[in-house]
């Protein structure tokens, strides 16, 4: 069932992927109807987001990432700001909501991580349990949003870097499962990408041009890497963002 048809006063879409695009496209066309119809509304939007990412940069915590507050779990002096991260989070909730080109799954993932944080801190949790429910809270955070308790196992493993042992699979996987679930109250379980069945006959010469492909495409991938890092150190952090 289509929750907006009367605002629009249009007929719903049959099928669940035909809604979801129909109201994304609906919510999105409005969006952008209303920046035009009122240009001073997305004036005073990019005033107040530079404002709020101004004093997020000069604030006397620093947001952490997630590796950061795992790598940094025994040390109380660089724990992450709770106020900080929170708003940090809502205004990624505000640009996805307008159709900002980011991963909508980064507020889910910071909230998860830092909740997770603050309660192995109020539990007195050993360093060794304290990086796992951090983890935990992260793999969480990732699976409630798309959807997918599996690969936020391996998102823990791989990704975070977290120790293999069948505890911690256990952990982590009840965890991602429970919290995918819960979810389903809200989150759509529809997929988000239809990826067409396709047959092909793979030839030697494939193959080898494939692996040629790896070999090449490689250092390009990790020259990218690089760079992303170092802009991100030299990003402007000063009164020069407002």
């Known amino acids: 069932m289509c929750w907006s048809w009367w605002y629009y006063n249009e007929p719903c879409p049959k099928t669940c992927l035909e ?9 999105h066309q409005s969006f952008i109807r209303f920046s035009t119809a009122k240009p001073s509304f997305l004036a005073h939007l990019i005033l107040l987001a530079a404002a709020i990412w101004y004093w997020l940069q000069s604030s006397s915590r620093r947001l ?7 790598k940094d779990a ?3 002096s660089r724990k992450p700001g709770y106020w900080q991260h929170v708003l940090h989070a809502f205004l ?6 307008a ?12 909230i998860g991580t830092l909740t997770a944080g603050r309660i192995a801190t109020k539990c007195s949790l050993n360093l060794v349990d304290r990086k796992l429910m951090i983890i935990c809270g992260a793999s969480a955070g990732l699976a409630v949003v798309y959807q997918v308790p599996l690969a936020s196992v391996f998102f823990a493993f791989e990704t975070l870097a ?17 919290a995918a679930y819960i979810a389903q109250l ?3 379980t529809v997929p988000l990408y ?3 069945t396709f047959q092909r006959k793979t030839s030697i010469w494939q193959l080898f041009a494939e692996i040629l492909l790896v070999l090449l495409l490689t250092p390009f991938a990790a020259w990218f890497r690089k760079m992303t890092k170092e802009a991100d150190r030299i990003r402007i952090k000063d009164k020069r963002i407002l």
């Open 19 to 27: 809604n979801s695009l129909w109201d994304y496209r609906r919510r």
């Open 64 to 70: 952490y990432s997630i590796k950061a507050q795992v």
């Open 74 to 76: 025994d040390d109380e």
């Open 92 to 97: 990624q909730l505000i640009f996805v909501g």
């Open 99 to 110: 159709g900002a080109p980011v991963g909508k799954e980064g507020a889910s993932r910071e």
């Open 162 to 178: 977290l120790g293999v042992s069948l505890r911690r699979i256990s952990i982590v996987a009840t965890t991602t499962y429970l």
């Open 186 to 188: 809200t989150v759509s």
């Open 194 to 196: 239809q990826v067409a």
